[in-house]
């Protein structure tokens, strides 16, 4: 597709409760990024993949958190247990570098509600 | 100290001013990062700089990677540019972006 496609946009989901979350990043992009954003705050980041590497998980904040990305494509990020703190808006980021350039796409992000 | 800084945090200008927001890294770069978030909105790529100046219509952007410092300037600021501006930077050796915590930006009719 043209940009980062993610997905669902809205999520309400019930305390305990797991959800997935859905980024489909611009085709031929190396790096994927996860980050979220609580109302009112900067970024913070949870995990980014790198081509075949090793993701780098540092950034998750608890082992409720998790994040595969498949066939260095698609990624899911999942959140088990939910708690209310989970709340934010999760934003994926797709990223190429083209010699001393480079394309940095961010998703319009998935807003998720824990009740 | 933070490793990516910018000021000011906060910028309230009158529209037509000219604008300028600072972005100071203390590691080493490949890349630098300028993006825009409108409020309620999506975060969107403005620049990404390893050398010298880029300009796009009233957005200009700037590094010095010896003083390891950025610019981003708006000419004949508009509302409309009313956004938080975040710098962020790529390691030298991995994809792996350190960011500002950002400069929010209101300009006044």
């Known amino acids: 597709g043209a940009g980062v496609s993610q997905s669902p946009s809205n999520k309400v989901t019930e305390k305990g409760k797991d959800v997935e979350l859905r980024c489909d990043p611009i085709?031929?992009?190396?790096?994927l990024y996860w980050y979220r954003q609580s109302l009112g705050q900067g970024l913070e980041f949870l995990i980014y993949?790198?081509?075949?590497?090793?993701?780098?998980k540092s950034g998750l904040p608890s082992d409720r958190f998790s994040a595969e990305r498949t066939g260095g494509s698609v990624s899911t990020l999942t959140i088990q247990r939910t708690q209310q703190e989970d709340s934010a808006v999760y934003l994926c980021?797709?990223?190429?570098?083209?010699?001393?350039?480079?394309?940095?796409?961010f998703g319009e992000g998935s807003r998720l509600t824990v009740l | 100290k933070n490793e990516v800084e910018q000021s000011p945090q906060n910028l309230t200008a009158q529209e037509g001013e000219f604008i300028t927001i600072n972005c100071s890294y203390s590691?080493?770069?490949?890349?630098l990062h300028w993006l825009q978030q409108h409020p309620g909105g999506g975060i969107v790529s403005l620049f990404m700089l390893s050398s010298g100046k880029k300009k796009h219509g009233r957005l200009i952007a700037t590094i010095n990677i010896q003083e390891k410092h950025s610019s981003l300037h708006i000419t004949a600021s508009h509302p409309r540019d009313s956004a938080v501006y975040i710098c962020?930077?790529?390691?030298?050796?991995?994809?792996?972006?350190?960011w500002g915590a950002g400069t929010k930006l209101i300009i006044k009719p």
């Open positions: 980021a797709s990223f190429r570098l083209a010699g001393n350039t480079g394309e940095l796409f």
């Open positions: 085709s031929g992009h190396t790096a």
């Open positions: 590691v080493g770069i490949s890349a």
């Open positions: 962020a930077v790529k390691g030298e050796s991995n994809y792996q972006l350190i």
């Open positions: 993949f790198q081509g075949n590497s090793a993701p780098d």
